[in-house]
């Protein structure tokens, strides 16, 4: 059924909350996220080091330019926002058939004790396979691998639903994997990832960020340095700017786009997200896939795929004050379409870094070549152009085969 959902986004970012996500040598920039629609942060922008917020922007008020964009491709009524149709018809994904027997893990903090209930209501409102405990397609533990959960929370339930309705819009297939760290610091969330690993998953799906520091570098060893794993992060909604866990050479950044329909023989059309993260960190080293000049060190993003909230996708949430079908954005959508389009590409080889494979694959990605989500003298660091860029990076996904290897 068709409903019309009271949407978001936030006008102003704490001064705290920007100055952890400055690059180093660089100043911190507001950004507005996204234009026609007014949002809230579903997690309280970070103000001390180590601790993390999810990326995920609630449309507030407004009506997105993806309100009637599902119902428009299926000619049947549906919530506001993009859905599966329109993901998979936009960036050319094999979801009918792709994905089967693959895990994709999402790493959050605290707990969403409606998560499998709203789940459930998400894909069966567009007629997607059921992913529930009893049939073994989805699991939720803590971030030990248990079932001793944290206290829930609000803020992250919403991230959770948003990271769960992103990977079944993308690979219908997959089996998911939730872990919830007790609270959103650094170890706590790199300790559900190294759990996510350990349980198997090959792609891992993580949509938070904070301020570089001087620990990134142990982080990088301790949680994210796993060959055969695919792990994507999104890159931050403030701007230009470099937030961590994005940062970590052995990750996939994960930048973000507005997608809208076009005349093209594509169909749509990406251009840089005002809001999406990107720039020179400060700490972690170049990898030896990224070879532009304009950064000494790791350079964000990588790919990149819809994160506008005005050009927004659905989400069902109904934990506390939520209020069931809403409309989100932030690279926290981006960063588990992406995990999810790894999945579709099939499990990544032994030994692999697969933060490398879009590299070699540039042809088969979506280059955005407009927007700029920032003021960095005009330069490819916080500018849409053709090849790679910081707020996009390569591009958006066409189909798979830039995410295998």
Same mark, same amino acid.
């Given at each position: 059924m068709r409903r019309t959902a009271s949407f978001s986004v936030v006008a102003s970012l704490a001064t705290a909350a920007l100055a952890l996500t400055a690059p180093v040598g660089q100043a911190a920039t507001t950004a507005s996220p996204a234009h026609g629609v007014t949002t809230a942060r =579903?997690?309280?922008a970070p103000t001390q080091k180590d601790v993390m917020a999810c990326n995920a922007l609630k449309v507030t008020a407004g009506t997105p330019k993806s309100a009637r964009a599902e119902s428009d491709l299926t000619a049947a009524a549906a919530p506001a926002g993009y859905g599966p149709t329109s993901l998979q018809t936009a960036y050319n994904l094999p979801s009918a058939t792709g994905g089967s027997g693959q895990t994709v893990a999402i790493v959050d903090a605290y707990d969403d004790p409606n998560a499998e209930a709203d789940l459930a209501v998400y894909r069966s409102q567009y007629g997607l396979p059921a992913c529930t405990?009893?049939?073994g397609?989805?699991?939720?533990?803590?971030?030990?691998g248990g @079932? =001793?959960?944290p206290r829930g929370d609000s803020g992250w339930a919403e991230e959770i639903s948003l990271d769960l309705d992103m990977v079944s819009a993308a690979c219908p297939n997959c089996k998911i994997l939730l872990v919830e760290a007790t609270t959103p610091t650094m170890t706590n969330l790199g300790t559900a990832v190294n759990t996510a690993v350990n349980k198997g998953a090959k792609f891992v799906s993580n949509s938070y960020g904070g301020g570089e520091s001087s620990s990134d570098a142990t982080y990088d060893s301790s949680y994210f340095n796993h060959p055969g794993v695919a792990i994507t992060v999104s890159s931050g909604d403030n701007g230009y700017g470099v937030e961590y866990p994005a940062a970590s050479k052995y990750v996939t950044a994960v930048g973000g786009t507005s997608l809208n329909t076009s005349s093209?023989?594509?169909?749509?059309t990406d251009t840089v997200w005002?809001?999406?993260? =990107?720039?020179?960190s400060g700490y972690d080293a170049k990898p030896t896939w990224q070879t532009d000049g304009g950064c000494a060190k790791r350079t964000v993003a990588d790919v990149s795929a819809v994160a506008d909230p005005n050009t927004g996708v659905a989400v069902y949430d109904s934990y506390r004050t939520a209020t069931g079908w809403m409309v989100f954005g932030g690279t926290s959508a981006s960063a588990p379409l992406i995990a999810a389009t790894y999945a579709l590409a099939g499990a990544p080889s032994a030994g692999s870094y697969p933060a490398s494979f879009p590299y070699a694959h540039t042809s088969a990605l979506y280059d955005v070549t407009s927007g700029s989500n920032g003021s960095c003298g005009g330069s490819y660091l916080c500018t849409g152009?053709?090849?790679y860029d910081g707020p996009t990076g390569l591009g958006v996904p066409n189909? @798979?085969?830039?995410?295998t290897g």
């Open positions: =579903s997690c309280a405990t009893a049939n397609c989805f699991q939720k533990v803590d971030q030990n @079932t =001793s959960y093209t023989a594509r169909g749509w005002n809001g999406a993260g =990107s720039g020179c152009t053709a090849g189909g @798979t085969a830039a995410f």
